[in-house]
């Protein structure tokens, strides 16, 4: 007689988890899959990290929900693994557990005055106007007129133009309602960038850089001298550069020749071998100094960006973003590379300290590999770890968990978390904000809050009880 149905649990319901999740409907056949997340909602930075006037990116949702929620997946929202529930206990309630979680936090600087006040990773803020409840409550000065953004990749490109699209823009789309009132009354006029590699390095993808060159009412200007290529970018571009990094160059080119745009309300300047080496102020941010760089090859004949010395330029400001890319944390019990800063892993497969697989536990995404590649890198990604979890499963490879029953877990969460979401109060939040978008033509209205969240879905679980 046939087995039970053997349980997954993927933690972190992000686009990771969720590609993952469709990946073993596929792959592995009869499987339960849990996805738990430590916020009340799924989907992780589709809904709290990618710009809100990129909706067309945004309606990747309805994909995963169709191919993972209604499709038997069960969502376990506001459960926070490590606090409210352990990996090991975990492991005695799933056949496997694959980890999800992403690179949470922000890259230091490591530069003076990094933490004075007006001084924010570009992620806090945008968590801030993407309406994460754990960031509701930031306050940004944007009553500067200058900000400077350090950092030229895309999550630098969305605060740009968060920052500098009109209210009349903003208005369209799901931004947090609180966002909206304070980018209303923003006085920013300008916001300058810092790469501190050249344009051929530049870390934008073409479209983003594209888009930026085209925003109504904003003047984009680049410096021409600082567009010429030195020797080492040239081969380099000549020999090994991609695609994006030949189309960005000529599309900064096309920008530094043109004319500025007359009664442009706000301005973007793209700086290029520029770094911040100090951030000063008396009490909060008053000004970047910054210093130039050159492009040098490395032994390793990787490119670097070496200090000129050279006096270096202060720049006046309000405000700082600092956009230098992402880490992720340690799980509590589970190995992790404070190197690398991902779970040590062959293929998915999490490995021991000694290097051999740790039975039943996998990672995906940014967790696995670092903060690297786009959200279909993710698809990918995820299907080749569910391949070896599918493999193992097909082999008798993993243990049987000690208590596989799923009213088992339930029963343990239910004790510990009493306000578990379940798709049914998922589904009562996302109805209710797209209602309230409705009403005023947008495409949803966010709740913003952990306890609005919880309200909202915990309204659904009443009236199905009566």
């Given at each position: 007689?046939?087995?039970?149905?053997?349980?997954?649990a993927i933690?972190?319901?992000?686009?990771?988890?969720a590609?993952?999740?469709?990946?073993?409907?596929?792959?592995a056949?009869d499987?339960?899959?849990?996805?738990?997340?430590?916020?009340?909602?799924?989907?992780?930075?589709?809904?709290?990290g990618?710009?809100?006037?990129?909706?067309?990116?945004k309606r990747?949702?309805?994909?995963?929900?169709?191919?993972?929620l209604?499709?038997?997946c069960r969502?376990?929202g506001?459960?926070?693994?490590?606090v409210?529930?352990?990996?090991?206990?975990?492991?005695?309630?799933?056949a496997?557990?694959?980890?999800?979680?992403g690179?949470?936090?922000?890259?230091s600087?490591?530069?003076?005055?990094?933490?004075l006040?007006?001084?924010?990773?570009a992620?806090?803020f945008?968590a801030w106007?993407?309406?994460h409840?754990?960031y509701r409550d930031l306050?940004?000065?944007?009553?500067a007129?200058?900000v400077?953004?350090?950092?030229n990749?895309?999550?630098?490109?969305?605060?740009?133009?968060?920052l500098?699209?009109s209210?009349r823009a903003?208005?369209?789309?799901?931004?947090?309602?609180?966002?909206?009132?304070?980018?209303?009354?923003?006085?920013?006029?300008?916001?300058?960038?810092?790469?501190?590699?050249?344009?051929?390095?530049?870390a934008?993808?073409?479209a983003?850089?594209?888009?930026?060159?085209?925003?109504?009412?904003?003047d984009?200007?680049?410096?021409?001298?600082?567009?010429?290529l030195?020797p080492?970018?040239?081969?380099?571009l000549?020999d090994h550069?991609?695609?994006?990094?030949?189309?960005?160059?000529?599309?900064?080119?096309?920008?530094?020749?043109?004319?500025?745009?007359e009664?442009?309300?706000?301005?973007?300047?793209?700086?290029?071998l520029?770094s911040p080496v100090?951030?000063?102020?008396?009490?909060r941010?008053e000004?970047?100094?910054i210093?130039?760089?050159?492009?040098?090859?490395?032994?390793?004949?990787?490119?670097?960006?070496?200090?000129?010395?050279?006096?270096?330029?202060?720049?006046?400001?309000?405000l700082v973003?600092r956009?230098v890319?992402y880490?992720a944390?340690p799980?509590p019990?589970?190995?992790?590379?404070?190197?690398?800063f991902?779970?040590?892993?062959?293929?998915?497969?999490?490995?021991?300290?000694?290097?051999?697989?740790?039975?039943?536990?996998?990672?995906?995404?940014?967790?696995?590999?670092?903060?690297?590649?786009?959200l279909g890198?993710?698809?990918?990604?995820a299907?080749?770890?569910?391949?070896?979890?599918?493999?193992?499963l097909?082999?008798?490879?993993l243990?049987?968990p000690?208590?596989?029953d799923?009213?088992?877990?339930?029963?343990?969460?239910?004790?510990?978390?009493?306000?578990?979401?379940?798709?049914e109060?998922?589904?009562?939040?996302d109805?209710?904000e797209r209602?309230?978008?409705?009403?005023g033509?947008?495409?949803?209205?966010?709740?913003?809050?952990?306890g609005?969240?919880?309200?909202?879905?915990?309204?659904?679980?009443s009236?199905?009880?009566?």
């Amino acid at each position: 007689m046939a087995g039970p149905r053997p349980r997954v649990a993927i933690v972190g319901a992000g686009p990771a988890g969720a590609f993952a999740a469709s990946a073993l409907r596929r792959c592995a056949g009869d499987v339960e899959i849990d996805l738990l997340e430590r916020l009340p909602t799924p989907w992780g930075l589709l809904r709290g990290g990618v710009a809100p006037d990129h909706q067309d990116i945004k309606r990747l949702q309805d994909t995963f929900d169709r191919q993972t929620l209604r499709h038997g997946c069960r969502f376990l929202g506001n459960v926070e693994v490590g606090v409210d529930i352990s990996h090991a206990e975990l492991m005695r309630h799933y056949a496997a557990v694959i980890y999800a979680t992403g690179a949470q936090t922000d890259k230091s600087l490591g530069i003076a005055g990094e933490d004075l006040p007006g001084s924010w990773a570009a992620t806090e803020f945008v968590a801030w106007y993407n309406g994460h409840p754990d960031y509701r409550d930031l306050q940004f000065d944007l009553s500067a007129k200058r900000v400077v953004v350090i950092g030229n990749g895309n999550v630098a490109a969305d605060v740009i133009r968060m920052l500098t699209l009109s209210p009349r823009a903003l208005e369209r789309t799901d931004i947090a309602d609180h966002a909206l009132e304070a980018l209303r009354a923003s006085a920013v006029e300008e916001v300058v960038v810092l790469g501190r590699r050249g344009p051929a390095q530049a870390a934008f993808t073409s479209a983003e850089l594209r888009e930026l060159g085209h925003l109504e009412g904003v003047d984009l200007r680049v410096r021409a001298e600082e567009l010429e290529l030195d020797p080492v970018s040239q081969d380099w571009l000549a020999d090994h550069g991609t695609f994006t990094a030949r189309t960005n160059v000529e599309l900064l080119r096309e920008f530094a020749a043109r004319a500025p745009r007359e009664g442009a309300a706000r301005r973007i300047e793209l700086r290029f071998l520029r770094s911040p080496v100090q951030i000063r102020g008396s009490g909060r941010v008053e000004a970047v100094d910054i210093r130039r760089n050159e492009i040098v090859r490395a032994d390793d004949g990787a490119l670097r960006a070496r200090a000129v010395d050279e006096p270096v330029e202060p720049i006046a400001c309000g405000l700082v973003l600092r956009s230098v890319g992402y880490r992720a944390v340690p799980l509590p019990d589970v190995p992790f590379d404070e190197r690398s800063f991902v779970l040590p892993n062959e293929r998915g497969r999490v490995l021991t300290p000694d290097g051999a697989p740790l039975p039943g536990v996998y990672a995906v995404g940014w967790i696995k590999r670092g903060p690297t590649g786009i959200l279909g890198t993710n698809k990918r990604d995820a299907e080749e770890t569910v391949a070896c979890l599918a493999d193992d499963l097909a082999t008798a490879a993993l243990t049987p968990p000690a208590s596989p029953d799923r009213a088992q877990i339930d029963a343990l969460l239910a004790e510990r978390v009493p306000d578990v979401v379940t798709v049914e109060g998922w589904r009562a939040i996302d109805g209710l904000e797209r209602e309230r978008g409705r009403d005023g033509q947008r495409p949803r209205v966010k709740l913003a809050s952990r306890g609005e969240l919880l309200s909202a879905a915990a309204a659904t679980a009443s009236s199905a009880a009566s």
